[in-house]
C-alpha cells in the first residue's frame, strides 16, 4: 500500500465548475497535509496547507481534513484554463522534516 | 527575494561518468531539502540538511550519490559513478524553519544517464 494515494487522472472539468481531488494516506501519524501545484516542466508550488480536521479556505481553493478517515480533498471552485496542472498530495509524520507525496493528478480544465 | 535556484537545468551523461547538480538556497534558510523524481514514480526525500550538518539522509539511494553542504550556504549532489536508473528530476527546496514541509522548491536539474 502507498503512503499517499491519489488517482492519476487525467480529471477533466469545464471551466467554470468545482474540481474535486482526492488523496489518501496510509500512516496515521500523519500531522501536516498539503497540497502542492506543478506545471509541466515547473517546480512544485505549495497552494494550501492544513492541519487540523476540517475546511480551510483561501480564495477559490478549499483543503478539506478528514483524519478519522485518512483523506485529504482540494476544491477548486470557478475552474480556470490556469488551474489545468498536476496536483501533488502530500504529508507530513510527527517529529518529522519530510515529507511523502503521492504521485499526482492531472487536472485539465475545459474551456 | 530570490527564489531556490539549480544548475543545471538539464544534464545528459554516459552511464559511468560523474555529475554534480548545485543548489542554492533562498537566502537565509538554514533548512535544504533534496527530492527526486523518477519517470512514472512519485517524488521522493533524498536528504536534509540543517546549516551544513546533515539532519536526515535516509532516503540517498546508496553510496554513489553524495551531498555536501560546506558552509550552510549552497549544496552540492554528486552521482559517482552515474547508472541508467539514476535518471529524473533532482529538486531542491529550502525553508526558513523546521516546518515539516510547505517549503519552496526550486525548478529542478533534469538528468538523463544514457
Known amino acids: 500500500q502507498k503512503e499517499v494515494e491519489q488517482n492519476s487522472g487525467p480529471l477533466s472539468v469545464p471551466e467554470g465548475a468545482i474540481a474535486s481531488l482526492n488523496c489518501t494516506y496510509s500512516?496515521?501519524?500523519?500531522?501536516?497535509f498539503f497540497w502542492y501545484r506543478q506545471y509541466s516542466g515547473k517546480s512544485p508550488e505549495l497552494i494550501m496547507s492544513i492541519y487540523s480536521n476540517g475546511d480551510k479556505e483561501d480564495g477559490r481553493f478549499t483543503a478539506q481534513l478528514n483524519k478519522a478517515s485518512q483523506y485529504v480533498s482540494l476544491l477548486i471552485r470557478d475552474s480556470q484554463p490556469s488551474d489545468s496542472a498536476t496536483y501533488l498530495c502530500a504529508v507530513n509524520k510527527v517529529g518529522d522534516d519530510k515529507i511523502i507525496f503521492g504521485k499526482g493528478t492531472r487536472l485539465h480544465i475545459l474551456p | 527575494e530570490a527564489g531556490v535556484t539549480q544548475f543545471p537545468s538539464h544534464s545528459v551523461i554516459e552511464k559511468g561518468q560523474t555529475v554534480t547538480l548545485r543548489c542554492d538556497p533562498i537566502s537565509g534558510h538554514d533548512n535544504l531539502y533534496w527530492y527526486r523524481r523518477v519517470m512514472g514514480k512519485e517524488i521522493k526525500f533524498l536528504l536534509h540538511?540543517?546549516?551544513?550538518?546533515?539532519?536526515?539522509e535516509s532516503g540517498m539511494p546508496n553510496n554513489r550519490f553524495l551531498a555536501e553542504r560546506t558552509g550552510g550556504t549552497y549544496s552540492t549532489l554528486k552521482v559517482q559513478p552515474a547508472e541508467l536508473e539514476d535518471s529524473g528530476v533532482y529538486f531542491c527546496?529550502?525553508?526558513?524553519?523546521?516546518?515539516?514541509?510547505?517549503?519552496?522548491f526550486g525548478s529542478g536539474t533534469r538528468l538523463t544517464v544514457v
Open positions: 527546496a529550502s525553508s526558513q524553519g523546521r516546518r515539516g514541509g510547505g517549503y519552496t
Open positions: 500512516d496515521r501519524g500523519s500531522q501536516s
Open positions: 540538511f540543517v546549516k551544513e550538518s546533515k539532519q536526515d
